[in-house]
């Protein structure tokens, strides 16, 4: 049998180029701003003296060989429309990423042509959709390097991943007196599961502290670690610190103390290569949506040995071999752990995504982000009153400010008059913002498909807000 490709499998599948010839489906149709003006009650941020970008025009571009951004841009529909009569600047990617359209086809194609439940062999649809999301699995288990398909759990997202493992392996595996030694940097996603179930066990949440360029203190950590050390928490990438903890490192440490070690890996998949073996990782979680793919599905990656020892954490279909009165037995892993009907077009939007994002020089990729974010820091120091939070010496293109004389908010909102997306708020990440004396900050985060060009808009804006 062949899984069909999902590549073509849309052409010629009425409704499945994206809205067209579907009425009010046209991109873009209704949406304020797609074209035209500014709502009215809106202060246009242009009507202000046209301002040229100083700085950033001295500086280096940032084009390293082997990856040009605009390949990437041209195949991400959303990048082409405006907001608030400007064409959108996306720097809001460490909240989710943008879709290239390849992954947009892939789930018109797959409702179009390929819609079926999975592991219920009735038929030749039932089949087909089981292989796709069985390969689905395949492609992240190679995406991450981890050594077998059977080693990926389909998740949400990566806080139902860190949920699963703290009700599943955390419910087991932890007791009274027990450590969970979590980085003060964590999203709250890989903080709250733990005291959720440090509650339940009588274990304890240890929080790991922070240097003050925002690095994890490797000092503390090695004193914080003991016997008592069941699991240490860490993110590969912090989301509002842009900080790329030593991971590896960490890990081994970790190892020596018998504790095990989940990485969050969230904001790291988008931006660098990732091999959980070499990190010798026991698991590791991301979301697909900031990976260039849907919402709603991510993956958890696991060792072997534990993912066999692990309970279940939800019941349903699925999950079982056979169900009686007296007596269910159960599926083996991963199905275990994926109880219910999974997100089936999201696995294969996540492998249409993979097959884009992989299509790529990943080491070229990283190369670029990070000169982008050398430009981008260098070109914000031209912003009076600006200060970027974080100076760790690994860092991923997470660009975290405050700007004197406004609260983030506002900066925010000033921003997006200019069509140009970022976040303001806590980030979910308030002991990291605590660090600094914050509770708000805003965010700048860049992917593969920004530009310098689109970091002069932000300076330029900036530093009109400024009055320079
Ligand atoms: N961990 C980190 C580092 C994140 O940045 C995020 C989301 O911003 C999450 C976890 C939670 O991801 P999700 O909401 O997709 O589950």
């Known amino acids: 049998m062949t899984i069909p490709d999902l590549t073509t499998l849309g052409r010629g599948v009425p409704g499945t180029t994206l809205g067209a010839g579907v009425p009010g489906t046209t991109l873009g149709a209704g949406v304020p701003g797609l074209p035209g003006a500014a709502p009215a009650d809106m202060p246009r941020a242009d009507a202000a003296p046209a301002v040229t970008t100083p ?3 001295a500086l280096p571009q940032p084009q390293p060989p082997g990856f040009s951004p605009e ?12 907001v608030n009569g400007h064409p959108l600047v996306w720097l809001d990617n460490g909240a989710t990423t943008q879709k290239p359209r390849q992954v947009i086809e892939a789930l018109g194609a797959f409702y179009g042509a390929a819609n079926s439940n999975i592991h219920r062999g009735a038929h030749t649809m039932a089949r087909e959709a089981t292989q796709m999301y069985e390969a689905g699995r395949a492609a992240v288990a190679g995406f991450l390097g981890a050594g077998s398909p059977d ?12 949920n699963l493992v703290a009700q599943s392996w955390g419910r087991a595996n932890l007791g009274p ?13 890989d903080i709250v599961p733990w005291q959720l179930i440090a509650k339940e066990t009588r274990a304890r949440v240890v929080p790991i502290p922070l240097t003050p360029e925002g690095a994890i203190d490797q000092d503390a950590y090695a004193d914080l670690l003991s016997s008592r050390t069941q699991l240490v928490a860490v993110s590969h990438a912090s989301n509002v610190l842009g900080t790329v903890p030593p991971v590896k490192e960490m890990t081994a440490l970790a190892h020596r103390y018998g504790a095990k070690v989940l990485v969050d890996g969230a904001q790291a998949v988008a931006h660098f290569p990732v091999d959980v073996q070499d990190l010798d990782a026991d698991f590791y979680a991301f979301s697909g949506h900031k990976l260039f793919a849907p919402t709603g599905i991510g993956a958890l990656y696991a060792k072997p040995e534990i993912l066999q020892g692990m309970r279940p954490w939800q019941g349903g279909g699925n999950m079982i071999d056979s169900v009686d009165f007296t007596r269910t037995t159960f599926a083996p892993v991963p199905h275990l752990l994926e109880a219910g009907t999974g997100h089936i077009a999201g696995v294969v939007g996540l492998l249409a995504a993979l097959n884009w994002f992989t299509s790529f020089d990943r080491d070229a990729v990283a190369a670029y982000e990070t000169a982008l974010m050398t430009y981008a820091q260098q070109a914000l120091a031209t912003v009076p009153g600006l200060e970027v939070l974080g100076a760790a010496p690994e860092r991923i293109a997470v660009l975290t400010f405050t700007l004197a004389g406004h609260d983030p908010a506002g900066v925010a909102d000033w921003l997006d008059r200019d069509g140009i997306a970022v976040r303001a708020g806590h980030h979910c ?16 985060s860049l992917a593969l498909y920004n530009t310098s060009e689109e970091v002069d808009l932000l300076v330029a804006s900036l530093r009109r807000l400024q009055g320079a």
């Open 55 to 57: 700085a950033p025009a």
């Open 71 to 82: 390949a990437a841009r041209q195949d991400v529909p959303i990048l082409h429309r405006t």
């Open 151 to 162: 080693d990926i759990v389909f998740v949400r997202g990566t806080t139902e991943a860190i």
């Open 177 to 189: 007196g027990d450590d969970i030694l979590v980085a003060t940097l964590e999203h709250h996603s």
């Open 429 to 444: 990440a308030q002991p990291a913002l605590a660090h600094y004396g914050l509770e708000s900050a805003a965010r700048a």
